[in-house]
């Protein structure tokens, strides 16, 4: 069994013995990928104490084959049913599966092809091992947050006055597929003016204006990891003074959460203490959402950096750091890093300029 998914399904195993399970379905599609590297949209994983066992339908056994030939695999349309059935015929009693994953619906067909069986909730183990990344799967998140530097240094100069929010979020995603990205992280927001004081505005046929803000925020995916970048501009003139306030309170803010960044460094402290920065500058309301969360096989995973956060930062989590000031009616500005928590200063994977740029 090759490095690193034969470490990864030992990690998980002994989880599943510290809360004595015998054995765990895992239905998350992104953590079969995880555990196994077979990416496929109808997958469940049997992991058991001595072996794992891969059900996926036929459009993807062969992609499965060569993606894993490790592992064995069964043909099902139902693969947690089938999979159930093959835990309850080895006599398996206490079967773990993935509460948040699966529909009531689907609990009732596992119940059901695995009468015999205790299905017991086994919280989120493998979201938990994911966490903590490998330096293959850093790579990967790094190629991801070049390909998006690259592109956002392409784009600007192409940047105009009069050229739609639309026209613009399209050239930018054509320039992240041309740099060699698989995907898009996310759908690119492209916020301009007004728009650009809602944190998650999806991109219009509005023409960009002279003296309108500019938000973008956006990111290539590479190999199943995301990058995940954020800047704001100013275009067609020199800032106005609130502009320029907003702009380098955020950025102030942003700093400040980049550098508390560090193993041990409580999710909730680090969101603390970058906005008390906005809080003391009277923009405390509107900075509605979360510091940062991690990035990885999904754009938004752990650990989430909120106030109401639990938890610390671990060393080799890549996590992003944006906070936002956000005035309706008139604009906003997010400032967002994709970095990875190490020992002694987070090192930066995204790494555009951070100044108030004035474009077109
Ligand atoms: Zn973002
Ligand atoms: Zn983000």
Known sequence: MPHPHAARLDRL???????????????????????????SSNAA???????A???????????????????????????????????AGAGIVRLGFEAHHISVEEHGRLQAAAPSAHLLPAGHPVEELRTVKDPDEIE??????????????????????????????????????????EDLAFATIVAAGPNSAVPHHTPTGRPIERGDL??????????????????????GGPPADWQ???????????RTGRQALAPGAGLAHVDALARQVIVAAGQGPGFGHGLGHGVGLEIHEAPMMGP??????????????EPGVYLPGRGGV?????LVVRDGPAEPLTTSSRELLVLG
């Open 13 to 39: 195993r002994q989880l599943m013995a510290a809360v004595g399970l015998d054995a765990m379905v895992v239905a998350s599609l992104v953590n079969v990928r995880y555990l196994t590297g077979v990416a």
């Open 45 to 51: 994983l049997l992991v058991e104490h001595d072996g």
């Open 53 to 87: 066992l891969l059900a996926t339908d036929g459009r993807y056994l062969v992609q499965a084959a060569a993606q894993a030939p490790w592992l064995r695999q069964l043909e099902a349309r139902d693969c947690l049913a089938a999979l159930a059935a093959v835990a």
């Open 140 to 181: 990967l998140v790094r190629q991801a947050c070049q390909i998006s530097d690259y592109a956002l240094a392409a784009l600007l100069p192409q940047v105009r006055v009069g050229d739609t929010e639309r026209a613009t979020a399209v050239r930018l995603e054509r320039l992240m597929i041309d740099a060699g990205a």
């Open 214 to 235: 500019l938000k973008i925020d956006f990111g290539a995916r590479v190999g199943g990891y995301h990058a995940d970048l954020t800047r704001t501009f100013v275009v």
């Open 244 to 254: 320029q306030e907003i702009h380098g309170m955020v950025r102030q803010a942003q």
């Open 308 to 321: 109401a956060a639990t938890g610390t930062l671990e060393a080799g989590s890549p996590v992003t750091v």
């Open 334 to 338: 997010r400032i967002e890093d994709t």
